[in-house]
């Protein structure tokens, strides 16, 4: 290993093949950064690299079933032995499927669970454990605003996303006596794949309901500029609709007065999205 390399932050990224994670990953390669990106789907990481161009130098590939504890203990094993040292675990991996809760198939409800929620929760041990030898390490676990606010039509990812939530506050409070941070990334929708997969939902229009999406680029900038160095607690993006999330915990009774007009607008915003994607 050269000196540059050892010298490099250490990341291992789940969900790799697509969306937030995907873009992060060339990111902090081409920060300087070495970077272990995994997915479920080796084929879907393997088109990635070829499409983006990363480099083997800095970028390793691991097949990773975050529901899975072996595949993690043997992704946290690669990765040291590839980068001599881990310093920054990214929990990004997440899926969801619009629908109410009650009418949810016994699949969904594990499927949601299993990734979303237990899936970080088997990362961060893990993870957390060998941060914990080390006296050292950062974890950085995605929620989203569903991690706050309810929200109907995507019930069990909310669920799941609450979850993520009391978890990583909980194991944040756990890890600090050992050095470990863990930071709750919460952000309101992001032009992804599973951003795309909800425009046809009508029960997903909530999402739809803030102004523009944040872009991948968005989420970058929040982690490099402010999550990575000052190792926050929980962070919210955009602020404002972040506060409107806050304001939904508190008071969920006055929450529901505002979810028609928020319904209505989403639902005319994915009216224009599926327009705008006919006319293409």
Known sequence: ???????????????????????????????????????????????????????????????????RPSDWEAALAEALES????????????????????????????????????????????????????HAGHIVNFGSLASLAPVPGLTLYSASKFGVRGFSLASAQELAEHGVAVTLLMPDAVQTPMLDLQVDFPEAALTFSGTEPLAVEDIERLLVERVLPERPLE????????????????????????????TRKGRAAQARIRKRRGSS
């Not at 919210?236 to 028609?260: D, E, N, V, Y």
């Open 83 to 134: 980068f001599g040292h881990l310093d920054v675990l990214l929990n990004v991996a997440g899926v969801l499927r619009p629908g109410a809760g009650w009418a949810s198939a016994e699949a969904e409800v594990d499927w949601h669970l299993d990734v979303n929620l237990k899936g970080v929760i088997h990362g961060t041990r893990i993870v957390g454990r060998h941060f914990v030898a080390q």
């Open 1 to 67: 290993m050269s000196a540059a390399h050892a010298e490099a932050t250490a990341f291992l990224l789940t969900g790799a093949a697509s969306g937030i994670a995907r873009h992060l990953t060339g990111a902090l390669a081409a920060r300087g950064h070495r970077v272990l990106a995994t997915d479920v789907d080796d084929g879907a990481l393997r088109r990635a690299r070829a499409a983006d161009g990363w480099s083997e130098a800095w970028v390793r590939l691991r097949a990773l079933d975050v529901r």
């Open 235 to 262: 962070v919210t993006s955009p602020f404002s609709r972040g506060a409107l999330a806050r304001l939904s915990t508190l008071w969920p009774a006055a929450a529901t007065r505002f979810a028609p007009a928020l």
